[in-house]
T-cell receptor
Framework: AQKVTQAQTEISVVEKEDVTLDCVYETRDTTYYLFWYKQPPSGELVFLIRRNSFDEQNEISGRYSWNFQKSTSSFNFTITASQVVDSAVYFCALTASYNTDKLIFGTGTRLQVFP | EAGVAQSPRYKIIEKRQSVAFWCNPISGHATLYWYQQILGQGPKLLIQFQNNGVVDDSQLPKDRFSAERLKGVDSTLKIQPAKLEDSAVYLC????????????????FGPGTRLTVL
């Protein structure tokens, strides 16, 4: 069965530090999609990235970067030069199967960035 | 472009009472989802609609939860009667639904309704 593991429950860093959030997934499908969402204190889940299983290229968007490695079933998220506004809970998610939009979420990693 | 709207934002009720949540998806989005997020956990899908038809309600506790999406736009989620363990944030999300539920459309979430059952 599909599963997403975010082993880091909470991470605290000081502003301008780099931080990596880990995500490990399990699936038997060869076609699947992975997502990262940010949940700030306001509660709304904000979409950050979607990556399909056939595209292992790393992606960079400003201070955010993602490292997808099928060999280790990992999809890690790095924030470079963290800022206080990055403080939030970050969720990694996986499509439940190749033919559905249903998402399986991890338990989230709470990131606190201190000034 | 307006995002997913939900109301109310907060609700406090006593156990055995009824409660209803409302969701208005992003304009033009055919697929609508209701998730339950218990404190400290990731969201869990309760029900998925494609237009006004149900695609997946396998994790909806049908003895007390019900949802409808009349006219394929707005949706309401109802709990009757509520239990203590229903205390959670109820998130609504929508996606374009171009693949009719068979693809990988990105889901966009609303702010959620925080329910407290006393």
């Amino acid at each position: 069965a599909q599963k997403v593991t975010q082993a880091q429950t909470e991470i605290s860093v000081v502003e301008k530090e780099d931080v990596t959030l880990d995500c490990v997934y399990e699936t038997r499908d060869t076609t699947y999609y992975l997502f990262w969402y940010k949940q700030p204190p306001s509660g709304e889940l904000v979409f950050l990235i979607r990556r399909n299983s056939f595209d292992e290229q790393n992606e960079i968007s400003g201070r955010y970067s993602w490292n997808f490695q099928k060999s280790t079933s990992s999809f890690n998220f790095t924030i470079t030069a963290s800022q206080v506004v990055d403080s939030a809970v970050y969720f990694c998610a996986l499509t439940a199967s190749y033919n559905t939009d249903k998402l399986i979420f991890g338990t989230g990693t709470r990131l606190q960035v201190f000034p | 472009e307006a995002g997913v709207a939900q109301s109310p934002r907060y609700k406090i009720i006593e156990k055995r009472q009824s409660v209803a949540f409302w969701c208005n998806p992003i304009s033009g989005h055919a697929t609508l989802y209701w998730y339950q997020q218990i404190l400290g956990q990731g969201p869990k899908l309760l029900i998925q609609f494609q237009n006004n038809g149900v695609v997946d309600d396998s994790q909806l506790p049908k003895d007390r939860f019900s949802a409808e999406r009349l006219k394929g736009v707005d949706s309401t989620l109802k709990i009757q009667p509520a239990k203590l363990e229903d205390s959670a944030v109820y998130l609504c999300a929508s996606s374009l639904g171009l693949a009719g539920g068979l693809g990988t459309d990105t889901q966009y979430f609303g702010p959620g309704t925080r329910l407290t059952v006393l």
